[in-house]
């Protein structure tokens, strides 16, 4: 089992800056890859972007050059990142951590709670 609590969404202006951290706790030796999902109202969920055990990252096309994804490991918490700068009133919705975990039975993707973006024009 893997835990997973996100923090730092909020209220910002187009332009502005957000930084949203997650941090991973439980069976962390067995996740592969983590990464940042979004949903707006009536959309489907998204991939923003992923970063794998080996640090490859990947980003959606809509965020590259203003989203960063950076993960640091600790003894027993894996922390997640994703800087946002010159947000934009369309990166507004919930944000969700995700981790894709292995073990030798299977492959599981867990969820966090979500945090709320909201970017104002």
């Known amino acids: 089992q893997v835990q997973l609590v996100e923090s730092g969404g909020g209220l910002v202006q187009a332009g502005g800056s957000l930084r949203l951290s997650c941090a991973a706790s439980g069976s962390i030796f067995s996740i592969r890859a983590m990464g940042w999902y979004r949903q707006a109202p009536g959309k489907q969920r998204e991939l923003v972007a992923l970063i794998t055990s080996g640090g490859s990252t990947n980003y959606a096309d809509s965020v590259k050059g203003r989203f960063t994804i950076s993960r640091d490991n600790a003894k027993n918490t894996v922390y997640l990142q994703m800087q946002m700068n010159s947000l934009k009133p369309e990166d507004t919705a919930v944000y969700y951590c995700?981790?894709?975990?292995?073990?030798?039975?299977?492959?599981?993707?867990?969820w966090g709670q979500g945090t709320q973006v909201t970017v104002s024009s």
């Open positions: 995700n981790a894709v975990a292995e073990t030798v039975l299977r492959t599981v993707g867990y």
